[in-house]
Structures are given as C-alpha cells and as structure tokens.
C-alpha cells in the first residue's frame, strides 16, 4: 500500500480500489468535497452509498436526475452526545455497508461509491480502536476491489492530532477538492481555512477570467468573510492580475482580499507601486 503523503487526488482522480480519507475542516469543506463525490458518481450512473446519521442531508444530490442511484443507510443508532456508540452499532453499520455493496455487485452495477463521516467512531471510550475495526471492514471491501471506491470523512476539530496520525495511516489516498481551473500553465483550488484559493504556477492576462470567476464563486459563498489568495506556488503574475485584485477588494462592500505567503520577488513589485495602501487590499501570513 502507497504511504499516506505519497497519493493524493483530487475528487475526479478517485478511482476503484481507494480507501481514501477526507480530514475536512469546517462543514463547508465538507459538503464542498463529498458532494462533488456524490454528485459525480451520480452523473456517471454509478452507485452511490451513503452512511448518514438521522436526519443527515446528503451533499451533492439536490437537483440531479438520477438520485435514484443513491442509497442511504441510515444509522439509527448513532446518536450526537460522546459515548453512545458501542462496537455493537460499529459492527452493524459496517454489516449493512457491505450488504448494499454485496446488493449492488449483483445488480452489475460497474462502478460503486462509498462514503460516510466515520467521526462518530472515535467518541466515546475505545473510540479509536472501534475507528480502526470499522476502517479495516472498509479496506478489505475496498482495497482487492474493481468496482468499490470509498471516502471516509473526519471532522478535524474531532479528533486529536495522534487520532488524525492513526486514522490516516489507515488510508492509501488523501482526497482533496477538484481544482476550480487547471491547464498547463495555471491551477487554482479552493481553500477552506481560511477561505480563498491557492494559486499554482503562472496568472497571465489570458487567465483573467478564470480567476475573476474562481473569485466570484468563492465570496458568493462566504460575502462578509475575508478571502485570501495562497501564492507560494504563483511563480508569475502580471500587473493586469494585480490591477484586478485591487479592484476586486476595493468593490467588495465587507470582508478584504489577503495575499498570503507571496513570494519575495512579487511582494517587492507590490510594495513598490503600493497596491496594499489601496482599500481591502492587504499582505497576509508568510
């Protein structure tokens, strides 16, 4: 098996035979991340299965024909308060996962997604080593398989930092948002904490709007939240680029447009013509 920080892949990349793991940081990032794996799945006409707590809404399904793929099982033994899942209720929904797997191989379905926030494993005494029972019923599953993918998700503010070490171990993949663009020349992948885009190799005058867009879809989520833009890994960017973030941040009526962690060569262009004294503007962490 691949260690963990050697595969990642984005949401579309997925592919059969990955026990992957999503370490979500707020519910936004959650819905953002699943919900691109639901709805995929969905719009290939490929089986869906979602583990879900009572009353759970499923990210990803609203408005898509084909929600008669999607099976959810309902987990009605999971309950909110810590402590009130045993290895009885872990056993079952593992034993209830695998029959909808089992159900949907002989339907011939060709392709089968399975997903769940397994944080509920964790609370509780013995939490942990109920998580692990559960994942090792979901790699043996998973892992020979040529039809199964699966994404276990983890609310990070769940778990403790050797809990998170623990669990990702488990996992041959760490799944990440599809980018908002890719060519060969520029990617741009939303961030959640905190809210913005990272921004990769070069932003030239033919990629403005793509940008202007990514923006866009980003303060439509959040209007009064600050939005921040990750350079380290913009290797270019011209002044048209940085004309329009300075007229993106001073048109915003809350909330301001932070550049972190801008490389050297491009902070100094900044400083010099005094894009940070305009309005909404400013330098973040570096």
Same mark, same amino acid.
């Given at each position: 098996?691949?260690?963990?920080?050697?595969? %990642?892949?984005?949401? %579309?990349?997925?592919?059969?035979? &990955?026990?992957?793991?999503?370490? *979500?940081?707020?519910?936004?990032?959650?819905?953002?991340?699943?919900?691109?794996?639901?709805?995929?799945?969905?719009?290939?006409?490929?089986?869906?299965? *979602?583990?879900?707590?009572?009353?759970? !809404?499923?990210?990803?399904?609203?408005?898509?024909?084909?929600?008669?793929?999607?099976?959810?099982?309902?987990?009605?033994?999971?309950?909110?308060?810590?402590?009130?899942?045993? &290895?009885?209720?872990?056993?079952?929904?593992?034993?209830?996962?695998?029959?909808?797997?089992?159900?949907?191989?002989?339907?011939?379905?060709?392709?089968?997604?399975?997903?769940?926030?397994?944080?509920?494993?964790? %609370?509780?005494?013995?939490?942990?080593?109920?998580?692990?029972?559960?994942?090792?019923?979901?790699?043996?599953?998973?892992?020979?398989?040529?039809?199964?993918?699966?994404?276990?998700?983890?609310?990070?503010?769940?778990?403790?930092?050797?809990?998170?070490?623990?669990?990702?171990?488990?996992?041959?993949?760490?799944?990440?948002?599809?980018?908002?663009?890719?060519?060969?020349?520029?990617?741009?992948?939303?961030?959640?904490?905190?809210?913005?885009?990272?921004?990769?190799?070069?932003?030239?005058?033919?990629?403005?709007?793509?940008?202007?867009?990514?923006?866009?879809?980003?303060?439509?989520?959040?209007?009064?939240?600050?939005?921040? !833009?990750?350079?380290?890994?913009?290797?270019?960017?011209?002044?048209?680029?940085?004309?329009? !973030?300075?007229?993106?941040?001073?048109?915003?009526?809350?909330?301001?447009?932070?550049? &972190?962690?801008?490389?050297?060569?491009?902070?100094?262009?900044?400083?010099?013509?005094?894009?940070?004294?305009?309005?909404?503007?400013?330098?973040?962490?570096?």
């Amino acid at each position: 098996m691949e260690t963990l920080w050697s595969v %990642r892949r984005s949401v %579309r990349d997925l592919r059969p035979g &990955d026990h992957a793991w999503l370490a *979500y940081v707020n519910q936004e990032e959650r819905r953002h991340v699943a919900g691109a794996f639901v709805r995929d799945g969905l719009l290939a006409r490929e089986k869906v299965v *979602y583990l879900a707590a009572p009353g759970e !809404l499923i990210p990803g399904v609203v408005g898509l024909p084909s929600a008669d793929l999607l099976t959810v099982v309902t987990m009605e033994h999971l309950r909110t308060e810590a402590g009130a899942c045993g &290895d009885a209720d872990a056993a079952a929904a593992m034993r209830a996962l695998a029959a909808e797997i089992v159900a949907a191989e002989r339907l011939g379905c060709r392709a089968i997604r399975v997903t769940a926030d397994m944080t509920w494993a964790v %609370r509780g005494p013995g939490g942990l080593d109920r998580l692990m029972a559960c994942e090792r019923h979901i790699e043996r599953a998973v892992g020979p398989s040529t039809t199964v993918t699966a994404v276990c998700q983890f609310d990070q503010a769940g778990l403790t930092a050797d809990e998170l070490a623990s669990v990702g171990a488990t996992h041959s993949v760490l799944v990440t948002p599809d980018p908002e663009f890719e060519d060969s020349v520029l990617r741009i992948v939303r961030t959640f904490a905190p809210r913005g885009l990272a921004l990769s190799g070069e932003l030239d005058a033919s990629r403005h709007m793509v940008l202007s867009q990514a923006l866009a879809m980003v303060m439509a989520a959040g209007p009064a939240h600050e939005v921040h !833009l990750d350079l380290k890994n913009l290797t270019f960017i011209d002044l048209g680029a940085l004309n329009m !973030l300075a007229e993106v941040a001073a048109a915003r009526a809350s909330g301001g447009l932070i550049l &972190d962690r801008m490389p050297a060569q491009l902070r100094t262009v900044v400083d010099t013509v005094g894009w940070t004294t305009l309005p909404g503007l400013r330098i973040g962490e570096d």
